[in-house]
């Protein structure tokens, strides 16, 4: 597995795998932004080291102050539960702690067991509650915090 920084040329598969993962996905436009025009904004692919051209999971997080705040985070399907997940939040806290950033945060819904099992495995503490935070079903987002990187 690799990663590199995401490119435009890469949106149509990450944007597939945002369908599948979330029931309010990020639109194409979206990842495009990010790509071109927030200066704060890092996204990363995770692709196969045989067919690169493969995206396995990818991921966004923004520089804030000296904080990496996690916005956007997933895997396909068919590489769920084979490491990927792990292999890129590690990229991630490397990067950031590689920019000089402290802490790391990320909101995640309530019932997600699976992720939240994943941060806190590498360090993530609850530290709040955003009551009815998705708009879909108001579930609530729990608020992760790592404050070491």
């Not at 997600?112 to 108001?138: H, S, V």
Request: hydrophobic residues 45%; contains cysteine.
């Amino acid at each position: 597995m690799k990663t590199r920084p995401m490119r435009v040329s890469d949106v149509d598969q990450v944007h597939a795998i945002e369908r599948l993962s979330f029931p309010l996905p990020w639109s194409r436009e979206s990842f495009i932004r990010e790509i071109r025009e927030i200066d704060n904004s890092h996204l990363l692919v995770v692709t196969d080291d045989e067919a690169r051209a493969a995206v396995m999971g990818y991921a966004c997080w923004w520089e804030v102050a000296d904080e990496c705040h996690i916005t956007n985070f997933a895997v396909a399907p068919a590489h769920r539960r084979k490491g990927v997940a792990d292999f890129l939040l590690e990229r991630i806290l490397e990067d950031a702690k590689a920019g000089g950033l402290i802490r790391a945060t990320l909101e995640v819904r309530l019932g997600n067991a699976a992720a939240i099992a994943l941060y806190e495995k590498w360090g993530f503490t609850a530290a709040a509650m955003r009551p009815r935070y998705y708009p879909d079903n108001r579930e609530d987002a729990l608020v992760m915090w790592k404050e070491r990187i």
